[in-house]
């Protein structure tokens, strides 16, 4: 069973950085695509960043230029890099990852960014 497990969320000072990683598990084939999504209090899960195993990115326009998504060569685990973090940042960061029809997702990651 795949299974993917979230890491390096914590408290952070706005202006900050912090790095994210997921790392896949049970999977005997690479993920066509990889991904961030992230889900703040009261408002509804959106899109981070996705990685497609050719290196296509997609970047949530407002987060451009201050987040980037990468994936080790190969492997089936992705990171987040998050600089210059601001409050509105603050949310439960979720990995994705797709195969074919497949659509899999971590339990989530908690990013807390303090004024």
């Known amino acids: 069973q795949v299974q993917l497990v979230e890491s390096g969320g914590g408290l952070v000072q706005a202006g900050g950085s912090l790095r994210l990683s997921c790392v896949a598990s049970g999977s005997i084939f690479s993920f066509d695509v990889m991904g961030w999504y992230r889900q703040a209090p009261g408002k509804e899960r959106e899109l981070v960043a996705t990685?497609?195993?050719?290196?296509?990115?997609n970047y949530a326009d407002v987060l451009k230029g201050r987040f980037t998504i990468s994936r080790d060569n190969g492997e089936n685990t992705a990171h987040l890099q998050m600089s210059s973090l601001k409050p509105d940042d603050t949310a439960v960061y979720y990995c994705?990852?797709?195969?074919?029809?497949?659509?899999?997702w971590g339990k989530g990651t908690l990013v807390t960014v303090s004024s």
């Open positions: 990685l497609t195993r050719s290196g296509t990115t």
């Open positions: 994705n990852a797709k195969y074919s029809i497949r659509n899999y």
